[in-house]
């Protein structure tokens, strides 16, 4: 990499996400329910410039609390992209903990929901380079508010909504590493996202 991460500006930063968005999660269909949301604008972009787990659960609280009192027509989704924190996948996922219990204090259950994203992501069970993981591979760490009306929306309209992760794993198989790497998604430095490996780094 020719620029560090702390020099990427926000802009960039969403725009690499909306690349993947659109070349890997709409483009290879890993979310049905992505595509409308997307063409009318509905998800908003937030790049945290956090360093602690402290400052992170801060803001998402704030996300969590703006997204509840918004109207969906303006904001459906909101992703909360924080590439200063919790770039190694074990802190992130212990971090989800926190995640669930805001959720919990904020009395959101059943309201709103989030979903894990993380250029390192692996699920339990597979090894870190196993294509499976690459279904929740993002370019940044990423956590994905949802407001559970929305999602009951969506698998209303998508009946075999509860298979679509066994397909997605069926799609990145067929596809392999090969096939991802043909998507041409690159960090904002010029490097695959298939080798991204985020420094600890405090913003600008």
């Known amino acids: 990499m020719n620029t560090t991460l702390a020099a990427i500006s926000a802009e960039k930063i969403i725009a690499a996400t909306q690349a993947w968005l659109e070349k890997a999660v709409i483009g290879l269909n890993l979310c049905p329910f992505a595509k409308a949301v997307h063409i009318k604008k509905q998800i908003r972009y937030v ?72 250029p390192d992501y692996q699920f339990a069970g597979t090894a870190p380079d196993d294509i499976d993981n690459y279904t929740n591979r993002s370019p940044y760490p990423t956590l994905h508010l949802l407001r559970e009306t929305s999602i009951e929306r969506a698998v209303a309209a998508f009946p075999d909504a509860a298979l679509i992760f066994e397909k997605n794993i069926a799609t990145m198989r067929r596809i392999g590493h090969d096939g991802w790497l043909r998507l041409g998604l690159t960090d904002e430095t010029g490097g695959s996202l298939q080798e991204i490996n985020l420094p600890s780094t405090t913003p600008p």
């Open 47 to 118: 790049v945290s410039d956090a360093n602690t787990a402290d400052a992170l659960r801060a803001e998402l609280i704030r996300e969590l609390l703006m997204l509840q009192a918004t109207d969906p027509v303006d904001i459906d989704t909101t992703l909360l992209i924080h590439p200063y924190v919790l770039g190694d996948f074990l802190d992130y996922n212990d971090f989800l903990d926190i995640v669930e219990s805001a959720i919990d204090d904020l009395a959101l259950a059943g309201e709103i929901q989030v979903a894990s994203f993380h």
